[in-house]
């Protein structure tokens, strides 16, 4: 029997999101229903609203979450009633030809629940990244549940899921920053901070933050950048060199993922040094360059998706180091709000005001 709950509905293209009646099936076969204690409010939900990332309308949005399972279908044997998890959107299935050539960061298996969660009049929802988790509860594949340490709290937990994954990850996996390297991150929201974060985890000896807004910038020092450049008073691409001793920086982490930044991010970079993209373009987004460019500087063009993160591997080791006191998660979240917020929420993030706005639920 359909479970009765609220949720973040976005209904048509642009529209303003709307809490409405959620109807939640039971977990089939490896399935599993998770009760939402807590998810933030991530660029990629406001890319669906907006039809950045498709046109199934109506989404049940939110994706970056933690809870508690509260049921496994048959044949799940990871996850248990009572568990805390951290739900994840790049699930492993173990028998992809990616999983098999012990790549499994890029499985190209889709792990969605095979059941639909529905409006009150069975309209069904397509929920964001499989997951949907601006609800009380939502039905995920069990592959999607990562257990974890109960003693972190879930809206510092959740930031896992998404966002502070994919920053940490493009440095670290993606990236391979390794002591003593120079790190330039472009854009400084959630992902790009956790990316500067990731970097100081990995020795990196100057880390340089680029951003057009002051506020984010300071953000950037308390997450470890050495240096900080506002690209609307300096040209990014010279002051990324003077700062290396004219080089440029061994690794680039282009957080926005726009044509200008990618540009800005490969030129900055030091010869046969590495940019990663991680910032999500959209489709119609073009890029022009000279192919003598990429022929000639060398190096490693990346993109990044999750953070190239295993979440068996690195959700329970990035909560061992907050644990320690060595990875300031918390310091991501900038609010609290009820699930009735998320509107309001995006307009604070497209205008620079938070970092990681948190549902509770």
Sequence with gaps: MAISVQGVVSRGKGEPVQVTEVLVPEPGPGEALVRVQACGVCHTDLH?????????????????????????????????????????????????????????????????????????????????????????????????????????????????????????????????VGRGDSVAVIGCGGVGNAAVMGSRLAGARTIIAVDVDDRKLDLARGFGATHTVNSRAADAVAAIQELTGGFGADVVIDAVGRPETYQQAFAARDLAGTVVLVGVPTPDMQLTMPLIDFFSRGGALKSSWYGDCLPSRDFPMLIDLYRQGRLPLQDFVSEHIGIGDVEAAFDRMQRGEVLRSVVML
């Design 48 to 176: 669906y609203k907006m039809g950045g990332i498709g046109d199934d309308f109506p989404y049940l949005l939110g994706h970056e979450a933690a809870g508690v399972v509260e049921a496994v279908g048959d044949d799940v044997t990871d996850v248990a009633p009572g568990d805390f998890v951290i739900l994840n959107w790049r699930a492993v299935c173990g028998q992809c030809r990616a999983c098999k050539r012990g790549r499994p960061w890029y499985c190209f298996a889709t792990h969605n629940a095979t059941q639909k969660m529905t409006l009150a009049d069975g309209t069904p929802l397509s929920p964001a990244l499989g997951i949907g988790a601006f609800a009380e509860k939502t039905l995920v594949a069990a592959g999607q549940c990562t257990k974890v340490n109960p003693a972190i709290a879930p809206a510092t937990a959740g930031l896992l899921g998404c966002g502070v994954m994919a920053g940490i990850g493009a440095a670290i996996n993606t990236g391979q």
